[in-house]
């Protein structure tokens, strides 16, 4: 059974960053990450939040853009950036099957 709301650890540990990035990121794009709050005050996350975190993640890291450009690209169309980030997750997924076989060799 699938979890409706993540922890910003479970988070941070989805995408492999650090739980400090993951709360740096949800502050600097609030029109875009929309964290719940528990009765703690702690932040909860759905996975659209967490699908737009593999974005903002994609943006920043790999194409290297600034705070400022990555929010330019995800107000824009961001079919581009959905797809870049598909075709991402599907090459780390096939790059993990690979060592997979090569640690069986």
Known sequence: MEKYLYTIGET????????????????????FIHPKRNAKGNRLFTK???????HIQMLLKIEGLTLEGAAKRLRG???????KAKVLESL????QQLVEIRSEL
Do not use: Y
């Open 92 to 95: 780390k997924d096939i790059r």
């Open 12 to 31: 941070a540990e989805l995408l492999g960053e650090a739980t400090s990035c993951i709360r740096f990121w949800s502050d600097s794009f609030p029109k």
């Open 48 to 54: 659209e939040d967490i699908e737009t975190f593999k």
């Open 77 to 83: 169309d961001r079919k581009d950036v959905i797809n």
